[in-house]
């Protein structure tokens, strides 16, 4: 071996070695990924595999972004990619609850991947149900199961329906989806809800610890070019993930000059807590309204008058207080984020 080719192939050993991100020590976290993969999606599932902080039980497939038979094909894909054909991956709900389908190839390409094109899954798919799996997982590791869902929220309600025992034997919701500030699809809704908001009512009102990675923090965390620049293609993971991301950076950075990411973050949030900044509020799913169906109305005081009628008229006759149901988002550490996706990505 020449002293050229040496010193290159060190160089590229190490440049392909990644960073470290360091993040809170401890028994991995538990968590089952519910998904409707998905460019940003995609990112999210191989950051989560390769992570060790997170021990993925499950991959359960929603549609959302793409059909639920496109989903699932891409999701196989993606654990194949990585090597991970003994996480369980299993479809699940075929159609919103109570209304048709929105997919956003628009946005995700015709794939669903970016138009990247992966090989064929080496992994199978498992035969149960995604609700049902999600139950039988969370009733084998009571206390100990994070949900993930960074699609709408149709197999998680269904499991909440089909068994509501599971509320309290859950350890913790992380959902990417919804907004304070305003949506994506509309003025008022983020694509997530506005897919499925009455199963997104029903996940919101559950009762379980659940904390919002919303639309508005998300749009905080963009992946520019010089991100780019910085992500190590030396391996299949990180060559497709550069990939996608360039794909993404494209498309959905042309007024902003990067792609939020959204579904990497709710990841970010499981693996470490403090990335981001939180605050308990009143949240609502709004499932009728006119221009407003799809939106989480956020009650940022937990406080609503009384109105109490005299005669004519109401009257405030006080100020209630309300319980707040979720952790919503509300600011984000995102280059420490955004170098932590980098570093786990480099070179895998
Ligand atoms: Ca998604």
Redesign the pocket.
Known sequence: MNTLFRTVLLGALMLCGGTSYSAPAGEPRKVIVD????A??AM?ILLALNSPELDVKALTVVP??VTAAQGLQNALKLVSLANRCEIPVAAGAQHPLFQKLITAEYWHGANGLGNIELPSAKCHADSRFAPDLIIELVHMYPHEITLLP??PETNIALAVLKDPSIVPLVKEVIV?GGSISGGNVNASAEA?IYNDPEAAEIVFNAGWPLTMVGLDVGDRTLFTKRHLAQLQSCGPQSDFAASVLKFMVDLWGQETGGAAM??PLAVGVAIDAALVTTQKMRVDVETRGEFTRGETVANRHNAVERDVLHGDRFVIEAVDTLQPNVRVCVAVHAETFLQMFISRLSGK
Not at 35 to 38: N, R, V
């Open positions: 998904t409707d993969p998905g940003d999606d999210a959302g972004n960074v699609g990417m997530n959204y579904d």
